[in-house]
């Protein structure tokens, strides 16, 4: 298995959190990958095989081989048909919203053909051209240049849900709305719908989702560490609180995370 990540240039740093590829051999016995929310909108093009994605625990669909994965607030499996090679763009929260005109609630929870948000024509030309290159390094000049083309018809981020973002970032998701807002909650319906609207889910589910995205890394990188302490560290009210949240947005507790041949993937996206 090879994961690499790679850095936008400063054009883009501002929206685009990384550009990342993952290689993994054809296995005769894959196990599925239970995928965790992590707050972010990923672009993705499956240059392998096909990867299925279960609805239930039998059921499955085969993801679109260039699509965008929205918001998603439930955990699910992916499972490799042979040889995995994917490129992917993963954006921050609010910085795919720059990009199209489609509300990006309307992309939650779910994988979308890039086709359907900026048309077959394009979609086909920039879809060949990932095909084509030979390298990461090309990928990523190609999909920057795409980028910053669409960056001269983007959409003004509304300034109230950048300034929730940031909050929630710089907080690790534990500032509440009513801190971020100042008192002023005449704002909070009109943030709670400009913030489904752009990022496609509340801005509490998105702070419950970044808190949990550093309580794992304190996690998996504190393998002996007490969780009452990762839970006071990560601004959780107390262990129960964090184990709460842990199950809902994992599906298992945290000692159970630690080890689980289901949870490969996830560690190695977290670490």
């Given at each position: ?14 929206l ?10 054809a296995e ?23 990867i ?8 499955f ?5 260039a ?12 499972e490799p048909?042979?040889?995995v090679n ?6 921050y929260?609010?910085g ?11 992309l939650?929870?779910?994988?979308t ?22 390298n990461s ?36 998701g ?6 971020i ?5 005449s704002?909070r ?8 609207k ?35 560290e ?29 949870m ?8």
């Open positions: 298995m090879k994961y690499q990540t790679f850095q936008p240039n400063s054009d883009l740093e501002s685009v959190n990384c550009y990342w590829t993952l290689e993994v051999s005769s016995d894959a196990q599925k990958q239970r995928i965790i929310p992590d707050g972010t909108i990923e672009m993705a093009f499956i240059l392998g095989d096909d299925k994605r279960y609805t239930s625990e039998n059921e669909i085969i993801q679109p081989r699509m965008v994965l929205g918001q998603t607030i439930d955990p699910f499996y992916i048909t042979g040889y994917t490129f992917a763009i993963r954006f929260p609010y795919f919203a720059n990009f199209v005109t489609m509300p990006i609630k309307n939650a929870n779910k994988e053909p890039i086709k359907l948000l900026f048309g077959e024509k394009t979609t086909n030309e920039l879809e060949r051209k990932i095909i084509e290159a030979t390094s090309e990928r990523i000049e190609i999909i920057e240049k795409f980028l910053l083309d669409k960056l001269n018809e983007k959409i003004t981020i509304d300034n109230i849900v950048k300034t929730t973002i940031d909050a929630l970032l710089a907080t690790n534990s500032a509440s709305i009513r801190t807002l100042k008192e002023d909650l704002k319906r009109q943030l709670e719908r400009n913030f489904i752009q990022i496609g889910v509340s801005p509490k589910q998105l702070g419950k989702v970044i808190r949990l995205q550093t309580a794992l890394k304190m996690l998996l990188n504190k393998k002996k560490e007490n969780l009452t302490n990762i839970a006071y990560s601004e959780y009210y107390d262990q129960a609180h964090f184990i709460k949240d842990f199950k809902e947005f994992t599906g298992i507790n945290p000692k159970k995370f630690l080890g689980n041949e289901n490969v993937l996830s560690t190695l996206f977290y670490k």
